[in-house]
């Protein structure tokens, strides 16, 4: 009879254990966590709806008259390099740590990123490989024509404009350095696969500029013909730079292509913005 009482006693404690955990449950407040926003729109140029996901500074008002520079991230979805870049340039631009300026983060979401990021080749091979291939000249118009132009009526920005590929991305963003330089003042290059078209990007002449360029080359543990190509990348382009050019080069030898991007980023930051500290 005791040991009844007993284990009656013990679940009448549980019973109330629980009672009270689902009442503090209940007074739990849960609201989500936004460190930006995310819109679509439809692109006349490429003749389809795009998405953007957009981080934005911590204080960002309309209303202010505090103006910010522009990270363009290909690659950009939540599932890909958005939320960890992003998290890199709000650590960066921490008072404390006043690496980078407070910068605004533009994430290009991919619908199909082998078309949008590789020129036509002439390797067969790569055709049937990558069938969908060759629209890189439509999508650096999309850049220049409507994605730029919507940003600066959008947001406060002032005009100083990154670029940050990896891998194709970074195939893309080498052409436009090298095709229309204009287009951004600072150039992230990780890791690119400067191996489409049997190297035929690293043998054109780059298009000349007058604006200074802040240019980052990043490679990881990643084979030879990837490796050898990102080092002939920092080659060419420094053997022939300008007084209005920097050009720098990482590598990542405990790395590989799969995770060389954000330590890349990080070391890009340190070496492109170098923001005085007080």
């Not at 439809?42 to 953007?52: A, F, G, I, P, Q």
């Not at 002449?205 to 240019?215: A, E």
Request: glycine share 6%; proline share 4%; hydrophobic share 40%.
């Amino acid at each position: 009879m005791a040991s009844i009482k007993r284990v009656f006693l013990i679940f009448l404690c549980l019973l109330a254990i629980q009672i009270r955990a689902q009442e503090n449950k209940e007074k739990i407040d849960k609201v989500p966590i936004i460190i930006g926003e995310s819109i679509t729109f439809y692109s006349k140029v490429l003749d389809e709806d795009r998405t953007l996901n957009i981080y934005l500074p911590q204080g960002y008002s309309a209303d202010s008259t505090k103006t910010y520079p522009v990270i363009y991230l290909l690659d950009g979805s939540i599932d890909e390099d958005f939320v960890h870049i992003s998290g890199i340039v709000q650590f960066g631009s921490f008072s404390w740590i006043n690496m980078i300026p407070e910068t605004i983060v533009i994430g290009i979401s991919n619908v199909d990123r082998k078309r949008d990021f590789t020129y036509p080749t002439t390797i067969e091979q790569d055709k049937k490989d990558f069938p969908t291939t060759g629209e890189s000249e439509k999508f650096i118009n999309f850049i220049e024509v409507e994605l730029q132009p919507m940003v600066k009526a959008l947001y406060k920005v002032n005009g100083i404009k990154t670029i940050i590929g990896q891998s194709l991305g970074g195939l893309l963003a080498t052409e436009i350095l090298f095709k229309k330089p204009d287009l951004f003042d600072n150039y992230i290059i990780i890791s690119p696969s400067l191996w489409w078209d049997n190297q035929s990007l690293l043998k054109l002449k780059p298009k000349v500029y007058s604006s200074h360029k802040n240019i980052y080359i990043g490679v990881g543990k990643e084979g030879d013909i990837m490796e050898k190509d990102a080092k002939q990348l920092y080659k060419n382009l420094n053997s022939n730079r300008k007084e209005n050019t920097k050009v720098h080069f990482g590598f990542f030898e405990k790395l590989d292509h799969g995770d060389t991007l954000h330590l890349a980023v990080y070391s890009a930051f340190e070496e492109l913005f170098k923001v005085k500290k007080d």
